[in-house]
T-cell receptor
Framework: KQEVTQIPAALSVPEGENLVLNCSFT??????LQWFRQDPGKGLTSLLL?????REQTSGRLNASLDKSSGRSTLYIAASQPGDSATYLC??????????FGAGTRLFVKA | NAGVTQTPKFRILKIGQSMTLQCTQD?????MYWYRQDPGMGLKLIYY???????DKGEVPNGYNVSRSTTEDFPLRLELAAPSQTSVYFC???????????FGSGTRLTVV
């Protein structure tokens, strides 16, 4: 059974720091992985989708990497800002409707 | 540019009551989903639909029902509410399976 884990559950960093959020999954048989952002009391916003054949995807200050064989993905945020404070979730898709979500990492960027 | 709209945003139900959570999308997406999010847990799929008239159970369907009479609407029905259904419910849609999701802003439901 696929399990998705995000560690740490919470992270606090000073403004301007570059940071990495981690996502690990137990079954490497996935087709893609998405990273989402969730603001308090709001829905999830898709940030990046990385296909299993890709190693990286970039959007602005965000860069997601995927290593299927080791069951890991990272989300790199450059020059963090207080507006980046949110919960970041990853989700893996293994075909059909088998999208498995992690519980998320709550990020707080201090001004 | 509404995306996925969910109503209501908050609701308190008494045990045994029923209600319908509404979900509408204006992007002409075929695929729609209902998830629940519990504290410290990942989202769990309740039901999904691949198009009007076609629905199927997800991981945690017990106590819920859905219908999909149009492409735009995908309501979730709770029958005989129980405290275990206290959660935040999200509706989402996507153009195809495995593509990027668009989520609604959620419904926070408390059953007392």
């Amino acid at each position: 059974k696929q399990e998705v884990t995000q560690i740490p559950a919470a992270l606090s960093v000073p403004e301007g720091e570059n940071l990495v959020l981690n996502c690990s999954f137990t079954d490497s048989a996935i087709y893609n992985l998405q990273w989402f952002r969730q603001d308090p009391g709001k829905g999830l916003t898709s940030l990046l989708l990385i296909q299993s054949s890709q190693r990286e995807q970039t959007s602005g200050r965000l860069n997601a990497s995927l290593d299927k064989s080791s069951g890991r993905s990272t989300l790199y945020i450059a020059a963090s800002q207080p507006g980046d404070s949110a919960t970041y979730l990853c989700a893996v898709w293994a075909g059909g409707f088998k999208t498995i979500f992690g519980a998320g990492t709550r990020l707080f960027v201090k001004a | 540019n509404a995306g996925v709209t969910q109503t209501p945003k908050f609701r308190i139900l008494k045990i045994g009551q029923s209600m319908t959570l509404q979900c509408t999308q204006d992007m002409n997406h075929n695929y729609m989903y209902w998830y629940r999010q519990d504290p410290g847990m990942g989202l769990k799929l309740i039901y999904y639909s691949v198009g009007a008239g076609i629905t199927d159970k997800g991981e945690v369907p017990n106590g819920y029902n859905v219908s999909r009479s149009t492409t735009e609407d995908f309501p979730l029905r709770l029958e005989l509410a129980a405290p275990s259904q206290t959660s935040v419910y999200f509706c989402a849609s996507s153009p195809t399976e495995g593509s990027r999701y668009t989520f609604g802003s959620g419904t926070r439901l408390t059953v007392v």
